[in-house]
């Protein structure tokens, strides 16, 4: 009766939350999970796992892993849909260390701890999937010998991009499951149910704090089953739920479909013109469907007063009667949907003996859904089918439903409290079979009027009570009147036990408003990934220092105890420090420990573990360099260097951020997708000091060292190029440094800019779609940072160089005979579009015909000084008349696209003037002059319907951006840019607090 409150509850995503790259692998079935260095000792414990991302089977025979370890897959190997494969170097050895036994293998080779390249191909040898995984970098430390996995943190994200992938969340990783845990309805287990049986004291007297606990001996308790009450308290209605009392025509109690000639047990025939009984009422009969009727299924049949439904039937009135129950049910929410079949019709419904005026006439197939959502009561209620058989020779009849119903359901009151104490103590018992430690608890509750909730004796949840100290003469803070559902609550899952469990309530009366009480509480379990401790490594000192030290950070708000924890460093020569009794590291603070603390000083490339105690999970993993390394921000952030050692303290760094990147030409015009001489990027001083670059770098997407002696003055510009002798040719007096190595991509690129220490000054991914100028990919802009002090992380701060006051006006003009295209010749059009997205001003259009012979021109309004009369401007292509910029006494069309035109839609049009025809054989002139502005400068002309069609190149500026020189998009004040928009919880429960958030930046101030 009582629906478990998990389908409320929201996914769990793994701790660190990253944002993920938003391309989708191309494949449906992609690289999910690697384990390519086992803990030591462990090298057959190999293994890679397969996830298939559709929701259907995907048959995948022949398909094969290419890289270093090599397999093809049999004939009539099919992944699951959303299921996982996994290929073991040894599946025997992986049986024997996991359980999971359906891992196919061996393979051939081995995969690398140092990183590898791994390749899905089909059976065609087609690359599906492939990921390039290292064992540093922005590559997790962990999976490379610290016994975890290389796990993807989302399934359906991309295999290439390291920012995809992290560190499994339990040793050993989840061969053949989902990487990470996500709480889903089929995963629940009910502790306490809504209706559970608990001990309760309700004498009136104070029985301490014991009674808390687990071993505390309640058998002289009494026993009683939820909701308890008291007086005139009434629990709310609660989840909508199937009215299970319900029945299709013609099932049983299973509703599964009875044999002709069966009674149905639900329905009651009770008036027949066949004769009697009825009266009484007699149940009514299955029968085998007219070979005319909508034939019965497995899941209804027809029913009438005789089987078969060939049989000749008196004419005259029949009625159905089905009784269900509302018990258990607010009846002012129910819900009922229908739909019927009669031979000959149904006349009325009767719902408790009120007419519902529902009719339908015919046997072929059901009648439209009706529905029903009043009238209903407490406990019995009757629908009564009113039909009718027709006087008709031959003169079967019977009748046929489908009934579905819903209602919100009311917990029932089980257990009276009489007389009512100021305080009721109520204990429940259970068992839990499974890891504490990976498991989360969910708790919802009704309580009337305050509560504290204890677990195996420590406190985990306080409704409608003060803080404080709580005893027997401690009230209800509130008077509840009206008792609503309380949670769902997350309970802290500390001091769940493996075994027997005690839930322990005490519920509070308030001294105000009447005298009742009501409770009941439904606790749950779900699986949880095992909570990391806040602990992490925060700072290194170069491997070749001495002594060696390394330094610990505990970014919680609470003290960590470190007792059992185990800090182990493998390499040439594998070492641990287990860390004793008594250990701690303070909230938010700093523990630094040497080579004589530790007994071993790593080597430069030995990889630090961090585990919790026992090695049950692993907490940070970090790789020894040859120089000081730390955290930024401290304890949570990446790996830089520090200006100074500060073991014990927060790290300590000098970071740049005079130096923006500040223009980006990444597809030039013309350009395909391999290295252009013309690609650039451009640096901008935006301080008052004069910056030394020497020893700089990008990073990334391309890579450069700036010499020694570069400069930046105040204000000033530098572009670093692929090509500084083309690019110097093109812009002789701006200062330009490289040749950058790499190739910035057409598509998406990260440029990173990093000062001499190797510490990041500024980075920009930018993209070629969404939210990014679409006008910079290959549409004859560059990419400008609209102000050097704005977010540029943020696609809004960033704008395509305007290059319209580069280009001039063009008069482009082309002659042709018309001939038979094949196409339809309806229509008399004139019609012209960009092949792509882009911009263009467009006046003078002409058509004429026979221009050296009887010139005509056919075009209405070519040269705009109407307004757009005559033209259509359709689909992705609009347009507007506005003055000529460059004379202010002409108008022009402005025409934009956002897509490509095409032969039916997205274009100008107009129709030619006077009802004039184009005439096959007949030569025709086709002239007009144009600006181009953005993006696409191939201008399609034609006369319908593919008469005289061209392609015209318009004339672009041979200069591209503003090298050097100030943005042509800058502004003093582009207002916020925007980041992490988002809502939490993820998936609220019903009636949950929501919290949206978003990061504002703008370096005037929000209210500039």
Do not use: C
Not at 514 to 531: C, K, Q, R, W
Not at 600 to 617: C, E, K
Not at 715 to 732: C, E, F, I, M, Q
């Amino acid at each position: 009766m009582f629906r478990l409150l998990s389908r409320f509850l929201p996914s769990l995503v793994p701790a660190a939350i990253v944002a993920l790259s938003p391309a989708l692998a191309d494949s449906t079935v992609v690289f999910n999970e690697i384990m390519y260095r086992p803990a030591a000792n462990q090298s057959a414990l190999e293994w890679v796992e397969l996830h298939n991302q559709m929701g259907v089977n995907m048959d995948i025979s022949g398909w094969s892993l290419a890289g270093p370890a090599q397999f093809r897959f049999a004939e009539g190997t099919v992944v699951p849909g959303r299921g996982y494969i996994v290929v073991a170097l040894s599946p025997e050895a992986l049986a024997g260390a996991s359980g999971y036994s359906n891992a196919f293998g061996p393979y051939l080779g081995r995969l690398s701890g140092s990183g590898a390249r791994l390749e899905l191909r089909n059976n065609n040898q087609r690359l599906m999937d492939w990921v390039e995984y290292r064992a540093e970098g922005d590559w997790p430390v962990g999976p490379d010998g610290g016994g975890v996995s290389l796990a993807k943190r989302v399934p359906d994200a991309a295999s290439p991009p390291a920012t995809n992938w992290t560190s499994s969340a339990q040793i050993g990783g989840t061969p053949g499951a989902p990487n990470f845990t996500r709480l889903e309805a089929t995963t629940a287990t009910v502790l306490v149910r809504l209706d559970s049986i608990w001990k309760y004291n309700d004498s009136g007297t104070d029985p301490g704090v014991s009674w808390r606990e687990t071993n505390f001996y309640d058998q002289f308790w009494p026993t009683g089953a939820a909701l308890f009450y008291t007086g005139a308290a009434v629990p709310p209605a609660g989840d909508r739920e199937a009215i299970s009392t319900l029945f299709d025509s013609g099932v049983d109690d299973a509703h599964k479909a009875l044999v002709p000639g069966a009674a149905d047990p639900h329905y009651l025939l009770t008036v027949s013109a066949q004769g009697t009984p009825p009266p009484p009422s007699i149940a009514a009969t299955v029968i085998q469907n007219h070979p005319a009727w909508l034939a019965n299924d497995a899941l209804s049949s027809w029913i009438g007063p005789v089987n078969p439904g060939t049989s000749d039937v008196a004419p005259g009135e029949y009625r159905y009667r089905t009784t269900f129950s509302l018990s258990g049910f607010d009846p002012s929410t129910a819900q009922v949907v229908l739909k019927v079949a009669a031979d000959n019709r149904v006349n009325n419904l009767l719902l408790n003996g009120a007419g519902r005026a529902i009719s339908f006439a015919g046997y072929a197939d059901f009648s439209p859904n009706f529905s029903i959502g009043d009238g209903f009561v407490t406990g019995a209620n009757t629908l009564e089918f009113v039909t009718a058989n027709d006087s008709t020779s031959p003169n079967p009849a019977g009748f046929r439903v489908k009934l579905t119903g819903t209602a919100q359901s009311i917990p029932p009151r089980n257990t009276q409290i009489n007389p009512l104490p100021p305080v009721t103590y109520f204990r429940a018992a259970f068992t839990f079979q499974a890891n504490p430690a990976a498991t989360s608890l969910k708790l919802r509750a009704l309580i009337d009027d305050g509560a504290v909730f204890y677990l195996n004796g420590a406190e985990v949840l306080r409704l409608n009570m003060p803080g404080g100290a709580i005893d027997s003469s401690t009230p209800a803070s509130l008077d509840i009147t009206n008792v609503i559902w309380s949670g769902p609550f997350s309970l802290p899952a500390s001091s769940l036990r493996l075994g027997a469990n005690v839930l322990g309530v005490e519920v509070h009366q308030s001294p105000r408003g009447t005298n009742d009480l009501l409770f009941g509480a439904e606790l749950l379990a779900l699986p949880a990934p095992p909570e990391r401790p806040p602990l992490a490594f925060n700072e290194l000192t170069a491997a070749s220092d001495s002594p060696f030290w390394l330094e610990l950070a505990n970014v919680d708000t609470n003290d960590l105890a470190l007792d059992g924890f185990v800090l182990a460093a493998d390499g040439a020569v594998e070492s641990q420090f287990v860390f004793p009794a008594g250990s701690r590291i303070k909230a938010g603070g700093f523990l630094s420990l040497d080579e004589t603390r530790l007994s071993f000083h790593p080597q430069s490339g030995d990889r630090l573990f961090l585990y919790s105690p026992s090695r049950r999970s692993l907490v940070d993993a970090v790789v020894v360099k040859k120089t000081l390394r730390g955290r930024y921000p401290d304890g949570t952030g990446q790996w830089l260097y520090p200006a100074a050692p500060t073991p014990g303290n927060p790290n300590q760094f000098a970071f740049h951020d005079e130096i923006v990147l500040n223009e980006i030409l990444y597809h030039p015009r013309e350009s395909t997708n391999g290295s252009s001489p013309v690609a650039w990027v451009e640096l901008f001083n935006r301080s008052a000091t004069a910056v030394d670059l020497a020893g700089w770098q990008l990073d990334k997407g391309i890579d450069f060292t700036f010499p020694a002696g570069t400069i930046m003055a105040p204000g000033s510009y530098l572009v670093v190029a692929a090509d500084t002798n083309y690019l110097r040719a093109l812009y002789p007096g701006i200062p330009i440094t490289g040749n950058f190595a790499n190739r910035l991509s057409h598509r998406s690129d990260l440029i990173a800019l990093k000062d001499a220490n190797k510490n990041p000054v500024n980075e920009v991914r930018y993209y070629d779609d969404g939210r990014w100028p679409a006008n910079a990919d290959g549409g004859g802009s560059s990419l400008e940072l609209r102000n050097p002090f704005a977010d540029n992380t943020q696609a809004e701060a960033w704008a395509a160089s305007d290059e319209s006051t580069k280009s001039r006006w063009q008069t482009y003009a082309y002659r042709g005979v018309a001939t038979l295209d094949g196409g339809p010749t309806l229509w008399n059009e004139f019609v012209l579009g960009l092949l792509d997205s882009g911009e263009v001003l467009l006046d003078d259009i002409s058509v004429i015909e026979s221009p050296d012979t009887a010139p005509r021109e056919l075009l209405q309004n070519g040269l705009f000084e109407n307004g757009a009369t005559a033209w259509r401007i359709i689909g992705n292509h609009r347009g507007e008349i506005m003055v000529d910029p460059d004379d202010p006494a002409n108008h022009v069309l402005h025409l934009i696209a956002t897509g490509p035109t095409e032969h039916m839609h997205n274009h100008a049009e107009t129709t030619l003037a006077d009802g004039a025809a184009i005439v096959n054989g007949r030569e025709y002139k086709i002239a007009f002059r144009a600006k181009w502005l953005a993006g696409s400068n191939q201008m399609h002309t034609r006369l319908y319907f593919n008469r005289l069609a061209r392609v015209t190149p318009l004339e672009v500026p041979d200069l591209t951006g503003t090298p050097g020189a100030r943005n042509s998009r800058f502004e003093t004040n582009i207002g916020p840019t925007f980041s992490e928009f988002q809502h939490r919880p993820v998936v609220p429960a019903a009636n949950e607090p929501v919290t949206v958030s978003v990061t504002v930046h703008d370096p005037d101030g929000v209210a500039a």
